[in-house]
């Protein structure tokens, strides 16, 4: 066959294909597909109109975005202020991490699933809640912490100018108290990745280490730390994307200390301001955009430095570092760290909430649950922020876990770049902070042709868009599970794509759904930053009602929300993954089913 007559095949042939796949198309991968390119559509399309705002307005070039932004006065403050708490909490948060994952990998302090679970119990925690707690703890005046101190103080006759000491000695409202908090909230993500890292590297190089008479410092710092370097470097990256997206901390504390912070200027260029200030806003996020591509540059530059990092080809135990002496106070620092960081504050919202005010003494005898029923149930509004943040975190969760399943098969199935690409826009917005993915809700769904505003539609689908990729991963591990054999042979039976679904992936995939299901609801049920920028008198949530709370200064009322919230959180997520191993073990155990 000549060349002429091949190129005018090529199209007949495109076209045959094409009518080929069509023509094998279930209803099942049909609603797939349009389920794939929703979710890249509501993840993509809001940044996209972020990005346009700073250069186009009405279809016209538009600089001004940029020129408003220079313009203020105290924008230097507002940029230093957010980089000193965001590298000093990052800075502490990795060294107390890389302790804690230290001490649990490679010593005998280690006791098991307990040492390897602590350090995550403050994601119980939501960290509206623990910045309220703190409050109640180390408020100068009236803190719970403040009070024992000058009470033990004054047992002992020590006084200032023969006077009783009337505050202090700690002040949460102050830059250590904000970059305290910030740090613990941050210390769980550096011990997650550099456990994983800990966990990679060949534990006989260290051996080695020790063999040839270098001791335990030096091989921490000649072998253990560069092999670790990658993953460090990824939980710095992690960090530093939570720090700027942060907004639930600075907003309770730096408030109270007169230290704004890049997420709450933007929050309130947008709801604080009338009209609102959208230009001035996504001109900050930019700023957000360029610090977060920086560093996603140099941890890149670092994973292709940290390649000497090896993992060992056999499995391989490591003896355990004998800490003598030190293992009882290095398992005292473990569980020391959950207790201040989860058990205090907690206790500090359980005394307020119970008793129904906050007040420095506590009368024992006056605590109760009516105060917590007054607060949460009798109070109209706080109950209808309840109830639609569990209505809105139950169906945002159950469509974020199956749309991520159809997803993750639909990629594994397909195997195509145009499906990978989907995939990555899908999870293109965890890289992204959640302030700039809230503005570009803003911009894209709150006019015409959405006009979505004060609806609860535009929360559901700003949850989707922003934690859908922590659903995406989940999903990913439980279809890796799927073996192309289990459907090919349903296929072979005469099931549908629907069919197989239901009765053959969704069962295997299961254990890992409902992990994936519980994380998503954990974090929709506790978001503040979408919900502060999104909600209103007309779409209540929690997170927005707190910050009505706060402002009105109802300690009480906040207190009970807080802890409503993180009990409501810690519930869900304990039952469910508990059902989730469960549902493991049977799989396991009925394989095929």
């Not at 996504?282 to 941890?299: D, E």
């Not at 929360?459 to 922003?466: D, G, N, R, S, V």
Request: glycine letters at 8%.
């Amino acid at each position: 066959m000549t060349l002429e007559a091949e190129a005018e095949l090529a199209p007949l042939k495109r076209r045959g294909r094409v009518w080929s796949a069509l023509s094998r198309a279930t209803p099942f991968s049909v609603v797939s597909l349009l389920v794939v390119f929703g979710l890249a559509f509501i993840a993509l399309y809001p940044l996209s109109r972020v990005f346009l705002r700073l250069f186009y307005v009405d279809g016209e070039l538009d600089l001004s975005a940029f020129r408003e932004v220079f313009e203020q006065d105290d924008l230097v403050t507002v940029l230093r202020n957010t980089a000193v708490v965001v590298v000093a909490s990052s800075i502490l948060g990795l060294m107390v991490g890389g302790l804690l994952a230290w001490l649990n990998e490679r010593t005998d302090a280690r006791l098991g699933i307990a040492t390897d679970s602590l350090p995550l119990v403050p994601f119980l925690l939501p960290p509206i809640a623990g910045a309220i707690g703190w409050v109640l703890l180390l408020s100068a005046r009236s803190g719970y912490i403040n009070s024992l101190i000058r009470w033990a103080l004054e047992l002992i006759n020590v006084s200032i100018s023969s006077a009783p000491i009337a505050e202090g000695p700690f002040n949460i409202y102050s830059w250590w108290g904000l970059i305290f908090v910030y740090t613990i909230y941050q210390v769980p993500y550096a011990f997650l990745l550099v456990s994983a890292g800990l966990r990679n590297l060949d534990p006989s190089l260290e051996e080695q280490s020790r063999i040839c008479g270098y001791g335990l410092l030096q091989t921490l710092r000649k072998v253990t730390l560069p092999g670790i370097l990658p993953s460090a470097g990824a939980a710095v990256l992690l960090m530093i994307w939570f720090g700027f997206a942060l907004f639930s901390v600075p907003v309770i504390l730096g408030t109270g200390a007169d230290i704004e912070v890049l997420s709450v200027r933007i929050v309130r260029l947008l709801t604080a301001e009338f009209p609102a200030q959208t230009a001035l806003a996504v001109g900050n996020s930019i700023f957000v955009v360029l610090v977060l591509g920086t560093a996603w540059y140099f941890q890149a530059r670092l994973l292709r430095k940290g390649r000497h990092a090896t993992v060992g080809g056999k499995g391989y135990r490591a003896t355990r570092i004998r800490l003598g002496v030190w293992r009882k106070p290095a398992r005292l620092f473990m569980f020391g760290y959950v207790f201040v960081a989860a058990v205090l504050p907690l206790i500090a919202l359980v005394l307020v909430s119970l008793r129904g005010f906050w007040s420095s003494s506590i009368e024992w005898g006056e605590l109760g649950f009516d105060s917590i029923h007054r607060a949460l149930f009798d109070d109209v509004r706080t109950r209808n922020a309840l109830l639609n943040s569990l209505r809105l975190s139950s169906v945002g969760a159950t469509i974020g876990i199956v749309a991520a399943a159809m997803l993750a098969l639909f990629v594994q199935r397909s195997g195509r770049g145009a499906a990978r690409l989907v995939d990555a826009a899908v999870k293109f917005p965890a890289t992204i902070s959640t302030i700039v993915i809230a503005v570009g809700f803003t911009l894209a769904f709150t006019g015409p042709p959405f006009n979505l505003q004060g609806t609860l539609w535009i929360l559901l689908l700003a949850y989707l868009a922003i934690y859908m990729p922590q659903g995406s991963v989940a999903a990913d591990a439980a279809a890796s599970q799927v073996g192309d054999e289990l459907t090919d042979a349903s296929a072979i039976c005469g099931a549908g794509g629907t069919r197989t679904f239901l009765r053959v992936s969704l069962p295997i995939m299961l254990p890992g759904l409902v992990a994936g299901w519980a994380l998503l609801f954990v974090r929709m049920t506790g978001d503040l930053t979408a919900s502060a920028i999104l909600a209103g008198t007309g779409n209540n949530v929690v997170g927005f009602r707190i910050l009505e709370v706060f402002e009105g200064g109802s300690f009480a009322l906040l207190a009970s929300l807080a802890l409503a919230l993180t009990v409501v959180t810690s519930t869900v997520l304990v039952i469910l993954l508990t059902l989730s191993r469960r549902a493991a073990a049977y799989a396991i155990e009925s394989p095929g089913g």
